[in-house]
T-cell receptor, first 113, second 111 residues
Framework: GEDVEQSLFLSVREGDSSVINCTYT??????LYWYKQEPGAGLQLLTY?????DMKQDQRLTVLLNKKDKHLSLRIADTQTGDSAIYFC?????????????FGRGTQLTVWP | NAGVTQTPKFRVLKTGQSMTLLCAQD?????MYWYRQDPGMGLRLIHY???????AKGEVPDGYNVSRLKKQNFLLGLESAAPSQTSVYFC??????????FGQGTRLTVV
């Protein structure tokens, strides 16, 4: 959705780190998510962060949140060819928009061997 | 455990025809969503529901109607299909502010 913006493409070499960035506009967002979509499939949750946190680490994944700038990033360490997919940033609304779940356009990550 | 099931998986409609897409979830989730996915546009929220009997508009609600008569089902209706509604439609469900589980999608072509 237009409230959530991401760059559309990222290419990295296998073994390097990937960083996917996202910006959002809703200051009442409570949770922010990263989803992964492989070709022909639905979306699967990778990780999420609550809006009062600034970092979360989960194995090869690190999520950084700058709430002041409304900027979210996903870092994938030691990127593998199997990580090639579309990655979506998403945010849930709060207050009067509680329950609304908006996605960005997705970042196509291509990992070269 | 079926999770989120969408029917049908594929459909071809003629312009002006109507149809209903069914989404069913067996996880007792409060929230349910309908999205459309188009190349380069990501997922755009059509309508959503925060509980049985409630619905709300998302980003692109025009041309679609929804109903949530039962907690486990969320129906998406197209009253008069247009070629611009050719897309892949995804349904999702979740508890309050937790992981959303997605169906496998419905590929709809309007000719």
């Amino acid at each position: 959705g237009e409230d959530v913006e991401q760059s559309l493409f990222l290419s990295v070499r296998e073994g390097d780190s990937s960083v996917i960035n996202c910006t959002y506009t809703d200051s009442s967002s409570t949770y922010l998510y990263w989803y992964k979509q492989e070709p022909g499939a639905g979306l699967q949750l990778l990780t999420y962060i609550f809006s009062n946190m600034d970092m979360k680490q989960d194995q090869r994944l690190t999520v950084l949140l700058n709430k002041k700038d409304k900027h979210l990033s996903l870092r994938i360490a030691d990127t593998q060819t199997g990580d090639s997919a579309i990655y979506f940033c998403a945010e849930t609304g709060g207050g009067s928009t509680l329950g609304r779940l908006y996605f960005g356009r997705g970042t196509q990550l291509t990992v070269w061997p | 455990n079926a999770g989120v099931t969408q029917t049908p998986k594929f459909r071809v409609l003629k312009t002006g025809q109507s149809m209903t897409l069914l989404c069913a979830q067996d996880m007792n989730h409060e929230y349910m969503y309908w999205y459309r996915q188009d190349p380069g546009m990501g997922l755009r929220l059509i309508h959503y529901s925060v509980g049985e009997g409630t619905t709300a508009k998302g980003e692109v609600p025009d041309g679609y109607n929804v109903s949530r008569l039962k907690k486990q089902n969320f129906l998406l209706g197209l009253e008069s299909a247009a070629p611009s509604q050719t897309s892949v439609y995804f349904c999702a469900s979740s508890y309050v502010n937790t992981e959303a589980f997605f169906g496998q999608g419905t590929r709809l072509t309007v000719v």
